[in-house]
Each structure stands twice: as structure tokens, then as C-alpha cells.
């Protein structure tokens, strides 16, 4: 390993936390089985029951038995499906065992108790499935189609419950972020459903840690994905479900907690949103993976959870509306320090959405597979920001590690302008101050880098794929089918570029950027 290398894994594993250390280490040394003691077991709660929540989308069709994840389709003809199937990568394999498609609108219960069956007889040849991770979203998924269908098989309630000790003892704790909070959720859904007055212990005390410190004070779940905090409000509004239908353990405290806890990421996501009802695709965030955000904030109507006004603080998100457009503007660190894995090289990112269409835009994801697209999609180029020569804000590698990360070190504030300063090139010895100065048909940006560049500083902006070509002039660019025109103090060059537009996973559209070189000091004016 060369010394470049050393320096790299040297600043991203120096982050992180000493009980991540510990199980990275634990886990891997020791032998993970799936065994437990039947003397253990009971039958499932008499009383236990599920109903409500949100559909699943339609990804499973009978013919063929075909799926459809990731807008990627796969047959498996006679019934013969393979739980591992490596084709079309990790991810998707992940979303065939997560057994979502249980609760999608007319799936038979037949049918899916021949899908559960056929996974339980394949299970002597289970490898990603039997992660921690699918196996807590499997195991909520099959606790409420077996509720909503009044379902009593032993055989099924057997590995059900093995699959529930397994979890219990196999906590990602190497991991931390998301991956603990889904764990300590579907050991609740299990805690409720086979009346284990301990396992609910321990779920519990994992929630209320947790979520006190992954919900920041805004709201924000501290992955910074709009896309994965609408993945952890949606369990936790099931999660509210279930303790308001069952009555195991009356616990008003932990219920008002919970309650609270919705209420401030409703109250985020509904300040976060677009008025067109489309979040940000800032960080991992991408379309068709979480329900939306009308399903969700109606979820939590339905379940007495209400939103207030709030204004954004911790997460570094900031969002101006006018009646003509919107901003939205990250002026904030990445995510969690130990935890970085859906973090992008985007600080000073931003997205303007024009009388409800978007105009500029994040480039969103397509992957999570660990390859050049990957690479590319989380790095300072694919973001509305400025990068130095080849130099990334941070250093993003991997897949899902963060090395060395840009860090602001001076935010102010006032009405109608936000500036900030980062050191993310501190190692090439420049610092870059962004501001935003704003009125109803200007945004003002200027960036200043504390020393020349050498001209070889480039602010990237990106067009929706519904912008039509941008004109470009020697000192402006003008979007005439939107009637906006953006004009360029302090450049030396405009380069008009194409780039793949994420429409999901695995799916893109060609769109429009534009690459801005300039030294030291570029004043950007953009005329809505």
C-alpha cells in the first residue's frame, strides 16, 4: 500500500467511534450463526395486531415471478427464484430479501405465503439475506402480512423468531447511523409480536438513544439524505402505529417520546420540500426508493403527528421561497463525522426550483455499487459548487467513505444573505468563502478563494433535463425557454458540457452544465 493510500484510510478511519472499532473487529473474528434455543421460543402474542401504514409499490408480478427493483427486471420461471442473485448487484439482491413487495396492493395471501415458504426452503443457501440489515426490514414485512392475514404457521413463526435472535445478537454496531435504528425498530415490531418483555427493553433503549442523537434539533435526520430521513420517518410512523394498536406495554413516556420525535422530521421535511412536493437530491437521494412526501406527512396526520413552522439550523440546510421560485442552499458539514457513508463532496451545493419546475439542479445517484459511476456521482464536480484543479472538498472514496472533509469556519447570517467560509483546500493552502445575497428576481453568489488558483478553479452549475440548451455568451448564459439569464463577473471561460441526470437508480437523462473557470474572486447574477 503506497503512502497516498496509508494517509487515506488514516483520515477516514480516525473518525470513527471506539465501539465501532470494537465490533468491526468482534465480527470479524467471530463466527455469526443463526442458532438459538427452541427452549426459548413462544408462540406469537395472542393479541397482537397490525393494520394501517403505507402500500408497497408494485414490484412483484406473478407471471414468471418476476421483480423489479431499482428499475431493474428479473424473471426467475418456475417458481425458482434465486435469493442471491448476483446480477444486477448487492442492492438489489438487499431489496429481493427485503420482502417489501408482501404488502403491495393485490398480492394474495396465498401467493405471498408461497413467496415466504419458498424463501424458508432456500434457506440453508442464504448469504446477503441473512445480513442484519434485510433481516430487519424482512422482519417487519413479514410481521405485518402475517397480521393483516391472521396467519398462524409454526413453521414460519420458527424462522421468524430465529431470524429475531440472530438480529438481536448481531447489532450493527460496526456501522452505527441508519443501519442501528432499522435493527432496533424491527426488534420492537418482534418484541410486540412473540410478547418478549426484554426484547422490548432493549429495542427501546436503542430508539430513544438513537433517535436523541440522530434527529437534530432542526428535524434533520444526520445523514444529511432528504432520501433517507424520509426511510427512517416512515418506520418510525409504523413504529407509533404499532404502539397505539397494541397495549403489551402501556408506556406513555416512550409513546410521547416517538410523537415527538415524528413531529420534528415531519416539521423538517415539510420545510425541506419543494412546493411541487420533490425533495433536494442532495447526498444519496434519489427517486422511487422512500415513499413521498405527501404519503408520509398524510401518514402522520392520520396518526395525530402534526407539522409547525421551523426554521433550519443543525442539518446546514437553508431554504429562501418567494413566490416565484426557490432556493436551497447547504452551508453545512457532512454527515455524521463516524458515519459519512451517504455524504457527498457538496458543501456550498444548491438547487433552485423556478414557479415549481426545477431550473438548477443536484445530479442525484444511480448506484451504490463501488465504481467510477459511484465515484463520480458523490464527488465536488457532479454538485453546484467550485473545485479546485483535481482536488476534491472532501475526499470521497470507496463507495462510502469520506477521508479527509471540508469543514465550514465561518457561517453568517442576515436577512436576504447567507455567507460561509470552508477549509476543504486547506491542504493546497486556499480557502473559498461562498455568499448568497437575495430579492425576488435576483440571487447574487459570489465566491472568493483566499489566494489564486491559477486559474484553475471551476463552479459547475447543472441544469434540469427540462431545460432546454442554455445559450452561452461571453459573459452570460441565458435559459430563454425559462427566461432566466446568468451572468458571469471574474471568469475567464464558459464551457457548456452534457451530464447524466439521475431519474433513479440505474436510470438517466441527458441535461445540460455549464463549467465556469476562474482564478480567484467569479460574481455570478442570476436574473429570475
Known amino acids: 500500500m503506497d503512502f497516498n493510500k496509508l494517509v487515506l484510510y488514516f483520515h477516514t478511519l480516525k473518525y470513527l467511534e471506539p465501539i465501532q472499532v470494537f465490533y468491526r473487529v468482534y465480527y470479524r473474528f467471530t463466527k455469526r450463526h ?3 434455543n427452541p427452549a426459548s421460543f413462544s408462540k406469537p402474542s395472542n393479541s397482537f395486531s397490525y393494520s394501517g401504514g403505507l402500500k408497497s409499490p408494485q414490484v412483484f408480478e406473478k407471471k414468471n415471478y418476476t421483480f423489479t427493483f431499482l428499475n431493474l427486471k428479473k424473471s426467475f420461471p418456475d417458481n425458482r427464484i434465486d435469493w442471491n442473485c448476483k446480477d444486477y448487484g448487492k442492492l438489489w439482491t438487499y431489496n429481493l430479501n427485503y420482502f417489501d413487495f408482501l404488502n403491495q396492493d393485490k398480492l394474495s395471501k396465498n401467493e405471498g405465503l408461497r ?3 419458498n424463501f424458508i426452503d432456500y434457506s440453508p443457501n442464504h448469504i446477503d439475506g441473512m445480513e442484519p440489515y434485510p433481516i430487519s426490514l424482512r422482519v417487519i414485512n413479514w410481521i405485518k402480512f402475517i397480521s393483516k392475514h391472521n396467519i398462524q404457521d409454526p413453521r414460519i413463526n420458527n424462522f421468524l423468531y430465529k431470524d429475531c435472535n440472530y438480529l438481536s445478537k448481531n447489532i450493527e454496531y460496526h456501522l452505527l447511523g441508519n443501519h442501528i435504528l432499522e435493527n432496533a425498530f424491527s426488534l420492537l415490531f418482534a418484541a410486540y409480536y412473540f410478547d418478549k418483555v426484554k426484547l422490548y427493553k432493549k429495542s427501546k433503549s436503542l430508539i430513544v438513544s438513537q433517535l436523541d442523537e440522530q434527529i437534530l434539533n432542526d428535524g434533520a435526520h444526520f445523514e444529511l439524505s432528504p432520501m433517507y430521513h424520509k426511510i427512517i420517518l416512515h418506520k418510525l410512523l ?10 403489551h406495554w402501556p408506556d406513555k413516556d416512550f409513546l410521547l417520546f416517538l410523537t415527538s420525535k415524528a413531529e420534528s422530521m415531519c416539521s423538517w421535511l415539510e420545510r425541506i420540500k419543494f412546493k411541487s412536493g420533490y425533495i433536494p437530491m442532495v447526498n444519496d437521494a434519489t427517486f422511487d426508493i422512500a415513499p413521498t412526501a405527501e404519503s408520509l406527512l398524510e401518514y402522520a396526520d392520520n396518526l395525530g403527528i402534526k407539522t409547525s413552522k421551523i426554521d433550519l439550523s443543525d442539518s446546514g440546510y437553508r431554504k429562501i421561497d418567494f413566490s416565484n421560485y426557490e432556493l436551497i442552499v447547504d452551508v453545512g458539514n457532512i454527515g455524521p463525522d463516524y458515519q459519512p457513508g451517504h455524504a457527498h463532496s457538496d458543501t456550498f451545493n444548491f438547487e433552485i426550483h423556478v414557479n415549481q419546475l426545477p431550473v438548477i439542479v443536484d445530479t442525484g445517484i444511480t448506484t451504490y455499487e463501488k465504481n467510477e459511476v459511484r465515484q463520480l456521482e458523490r464527488s465536488t464536480s457532479s454538485h453546484n459548487t467550485v473545485m479546485i484543479g483535481d482536488y476534491e472538498q472532501s475526499e470521497v472514496w470507496g463507495g462510502f467513505r469520506v477521508g ?29 468563502k461562498r455568499s448568497f445575497d437575495w430579492s425576488e428576481k435576483r440571487i447574487v453568489i459570489n465566491d472568493k478563494l483566499s489566494k489564486s488558483s491559477k486559474n484553475r478553479a471551476r463552479a459547475f452549475f447543472h441544469f434540469h433535463s427540462d431545460v432546454l440548451k442554455p445559450k452561452v455568451l461571453s459573459d452570460r448564459v441565458q435559459l430563454l425557454d425559462k ?8 471568469h475567464s471561460n464558459i464551457n457548456l458540457l452534457t451530464y447524466n441526470l439521475s431519474q433513479g437508480f440505474n436510470k438517466t437523462i441527458k441535461a445540460h452544465k455549464i463549467e465556469i473557470n476562474f482564478d480567484k474572486d467569479l460574481n455570478t447574477q442570476i436574473n429570475l
Do not use: Q
Open 115 to 117: 413467496l415466504i415458504n
Open 483 to 490: 427566461n432566466i439569464e446568468i451572468i458571469f463577473k471574474g
Open 34 to 36: 443463526c442458532s438459538y
Open 404 to 432: 479527509r472533509r471540508a469543514k465550514i469556519t465561518d457561517l453568517n447570517e442576515k436577512s436576504n444573505h447567507i455567507s460561509a467560509k470552508h477549509n476543504g483546500y486547506s491542504r493546497i493552502g486556499i480557502s473559498h
Open 238 to 247: 409504523d413504529i407509533i402505529n404499532l404502539n397505539k394498536i397494541n397495549s
